[in-house]
């Protein structure tokens, strides 16, 4: 019937325009969402930035408690507490050579948690360790120096050398002759010597030890003829004049022993210290980052903390992240150059 079609069309026109209407609405209210969504998560991102820390730090230490790097990391800790606001737990994670530790903080999640004190014996692991699992300069991100102690040239009282320029006429005449000890192959005090070496062309058999203490007791005992170790452990037998130093490795003389020359006042080259840092995963947010490097920085700066730390026998040292990544780069290079030319071998 004529009107029944009427009514039908009516009927297919009035519901194709209520779906449309709902189509329509549907699309708005996501969009609206959508748009709701990002504007939440911009919003959100800098707010997860500016109350960081909201729980406490992993403070990952790679060597076994006792040691210098311990003992300075548990020495910052605290203050680095107070500027976060946060706990900042240390977490000894020792073995191979600083290795598991290392690759630990290297290799975990980046969020500024977990952050990783590291040693300069971080810049000769390359030249000393096949198949390392991680890259200093790749896969961790400096955030600056807090510390750091000077490594010394000792020699015993009864040795053929005084100074060091003795000891340079002396070796050159007596290659191989004289012994040195150090804290253990691919040690700053190993490669301090081996540095050496090679500015002033001379051969001096190596010793390795497990540690400074046996070092400095075999060098005062007569067991070797030189020691190479940090002030420390030493400072007690050098008042006592029971080992003499010959040289530090610093760019100046010590204040502590202002008649000991600098081997760089006659090999510029030949300049070396253990420094300690803090380093972080590669890609933690840049607020994260900032945030941190700004509480190390405050840390460093504090004249507390630096008369706490040269009480323990290191002294402060202050780096900011980019000078600290362009001495990690140098030093990878240099202790490089040193291996081959000494001729270690990684293994």
Known sequence: ???????????????????????????????????????????????????????????????????????????????????????VVVENRPGAGGVIGSNMVAKGPADGYTILFADSARTIAPSM????????????????????TPLLLLAHPQAPVKTLDELVKYAKANPGKLTYGSSGNGTPQHFAVELLKSAAGIDLVHVPYKGAAAVVADAVGGQINLASATYAPSVEYIRSNRLLPLTVMEPR?????????????????????????????????????????????????????????????FEPMRETPPQMKARIEREVKLFGDVARKAGIKPE
């Open 1 to 87: 019937m004529p009107g029944s079609g009427r009514s039908h069309d009516e009927a297919a026109s009035i519901h194709r325009a209520r779906t449309t209407g709902e189509d329509t609405m549907q699309r708005r209210a996501l969009l609206s969402a959508a748009l709701a969504g990002l504007a939440c998560a911009a919003a959100v991102a800098p707010a997860r930035a500016d109350t960081f820390p909201s729980r406490p730090i992993r403070f990952v230490v790679p060597f076994g408690p006792g040691g210098g790097t311990d003992i300075v990391a548990r020495l910052i800790a605290p203050y680095l507490s107070a500027e976060l606001g946060q706990q």
């Open 253 to 313: 003389r010590l204040p502590a022993l202002p008649e000991v020359p600098a081997a760089a006042e006659r090999y510029p080259e030949v300049v070396m210290s253990i420094w300690f840092g803090i380093m972080l995963p590669m890609g933690v947010e840049p607020a994260v980052r900032a945030r941190l490097a700004e509480a190390v920085g405050k840390v460093v700066a504090n004249t507390e903390y630096a008369g706490k730390l040269r009480a323990a026998g």
């Open 129 to 148: 360790q096949k198949d390392l699992p991680f890259d200093i300069a790749r896969d961790l991100d400096p955030l600056g120096l807090i510390g750091g």
